[in-house]
């Protein structure tokens, strides 16, 4: 989804700015326990470059979407 691509962006954008540990985690929000791990930069990753970082989590959410549309073609051919 368009906003899931936005959300990975303006987190490694955040982890980026952040002046410490406890400011990234508060204004980057909760986790979610469901939520995708593969797409949430962590503070661990701050050292890396901003390319570096969207190209790590956007391809993460590829692999998202790959696991969805899977999903989606089972449902359809069970109809």
Excluded: H
């Excluded at 797409?39 to 969805?68: C, F, H, K």
Aim: with cysteine; glycine share 2%; net charge positive.
């Amino acid at each position: 989804m368009p906003t899931e691509v936005v959300w990975v962006l303006f987190r490694c954008k955040l982890l980026r700015a952040a002046k410490s540990e406890s400011d990234f985690q508060q204004r980057s929000g909760r986790r979610s326990l469901f939520e995708n791990r593969a797409i949430l930069p962590l503070w661990t990753d701050r050292a890396m470059s901003l390319d570096a970082l969207e190209n790590q989590y956007v391809s993460g959410l590829e692999t998202d979407i790959q696991e969805r549309t899977f999903l989606n073609m089972l449902r359809i051919a069970s109809l």
